[in-house]
């Protein structure tokens, strides 16, 4: 027998002898993920269970992976892994190249190269995937593949059992959220479960515009004592962006509180990059698409005017004018995302000295029926390579449509590629695009009017300005938040 059979044997004599010892089941189900990383000789390994609505998975027991790693996103069933939720064997040569996979920088920052994947079942159904991670490029042999299963009908064997033995304490304990398909079990790694809706709302934009994330990744010591005596947790780390993304609340007294954490955070630790996300106003921009807690709310319509009609046509002409100067000799191409952009893109192009072409492009929005991820509805017709290409924007918030658009247009082997925007929500960018042109700074209000609308209102307005919501609405969703 070679020695790697020989290892098996030893590893599944191991198994055998622990899950017919007296320890829990989460003991079990971590035993039996160490001993197979063990005897394959990977770097970690990791019990994947589906949730109970069957769409997520999540990390109930896993081995050599950093607590980081196991904190990301969820992973979402349709999209990755659905050979191995299909019943197979699936194998990841390169996790940097494989389209399969849903959190790439984070695998790659783990230094995970190869994974082997295979179903876990109980009685025949797939209730989640054990998964084996490689540090180096690996191809699993038959033998190796053939041990891993037997592992994951082990562990099917092991739910099962806890299962029968739990429900009785799980019955009385009678929790409001049962984290799994398989409710019975007391898992060490719950999913995580998101303090507000507007997290998880914002979780699913991220997903949407396919940028990973991971939910509390870590918590800052802000003040010693003799021990941490005040602690500081994000709600959000991006990452590919490297940003730490606090969603802030309405109640001022908290606000205040938070403000001062943040400050004390950035002395303490001048490398972290921190953005304040204000929740209120991240709501609106959700209900705009018909999403979110404020979906529902009734709006007292527009209050404030921050630009008037003047003022706009006298900075859109200067905005022109810096254009037309940058641009002499060339033929720029003008490129607008709908709709928003249309009166600004109208206005500017009048007050432009230079020929200049104009095209359009659409994408997909967050909530739309373009489904799960961002993708392009509309493409400019226009050639572009070899072209001044001038993107012009109405309103560059977080910078993720942005960013997205230009990483398309980049495809499209311009001369130049230029970004005027008439409006910049600069204190809320989370995806960093450089701004060339740019009309006014504008605060972290939701703006409607000159083509911006709420809900396809408000875009025939000549104006810009700020717009209002109920008050009464507002104030009883501030009593529901939680400090911190
Ligand atoms: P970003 O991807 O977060 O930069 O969002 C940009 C898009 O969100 C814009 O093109 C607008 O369609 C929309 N948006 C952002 N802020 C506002 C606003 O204050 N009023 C109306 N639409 C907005
Ligand atoms: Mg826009």
Known sequence: MGKQALGFNKALDDIAEALNSDITTSEKLRFLVKAAAR???????????????????????????????????????EKSLTEALEGRVETIFDVATDPRIQFQELARQERIVSMLSVPVKIKGE?????????????????????????????IGVVLELGRFNETEKQLMEAKDEPPSLLTPLSL????????????????????????EWIYEPRSFV????????????????????????????????????????VRRLRELYPEVNIKLLARRDYDRLLAKYGHGPLAGVKTRG??????????????????????????????????GV?????????????????????????????????????????????????????????????????????????????????V???????????????????????????????GLDYQEEYRNLPFIALMEEEKTQRRSRDTKKRPG
């Open 188 to 211: 060490q790694v719950k999913p995580a479960s998101f303090a507000h809706p507007s997290e998880e709302e914002f979780a699913r934009l991220l997903d949407f515009y396919q940028i």
């Open 222 to 261: 802000l003040e010693w004592e003799g021990k941490a005596a005040e602690m500081f947790t994000p709600d959000f780390y991006l990452p590919a962006l490297d940003i730490y993304v606090e969603m802030t609340t309405l109640k001022p007294g908290l606000t205040t509180e938070k403000n001062r954490k």
């Open 39 to 77: 005897a394959l000789g990977v770097k970690g390994c990791s019990l994947m269970l589906l949730d109970v609505q069957r769409k997520r998975l999540f990390h109930a027991a896993s081995q050599g992976l950093s607590e980081r790693y196991l904190r990301k996103g969820f992973l979402e069933a």
């Open 126 to 154: 797939v209730v989640g995937i054990l998964r084996a991670y490689s540090r180096t490029q690996r191809e699993f042999t038959v033998v190796e593949e053939q041990f891993f299963i037997s592992v994951a009908n082990l």
């Open 420 to 450: 005027c925007t008439l409006l910049d929500k600069r204190i809320r960018r989370l995806a960093d695009v450089h701004l060339d042109y740019v009309g006014f700074e504008v605060p972290d209000e939701f703006l409607v009017g000159y």
């Open 302 to 335: 527009v209050g404030r005017v921050l630009f008037s009609a003047p003022k706009i046509q006298k900075r859109v002409s200067q905005l022109a004018k810096e254009v037309s100067q940058d641009y002499e000799g060339h033929h720029p191409v003008l490129v």
């Open 338 to 418: 709908l709709r928003g952009v249309f009166c600004f893109m109208a206005d500017l192009m009048r007050y432009l000295t230079v020929p200049a072409d104009v095209d359009f492009m659409a994408i997909s929005y967050y909530g739309g029926e373009g489904g799960k991820a961002v993708r392009v509805t509309m493409d400019v017709g226009i050639e572009l390579e070899g072209c001044h290409v001038l993107l012009v924007e109405d309103i560059v918030d977080t910078g993720m449509t942005l960013s997205l658009v230009l990483n398309h247009l980049k495809a499209r082997n311009p001369a130049s590629l230029r």
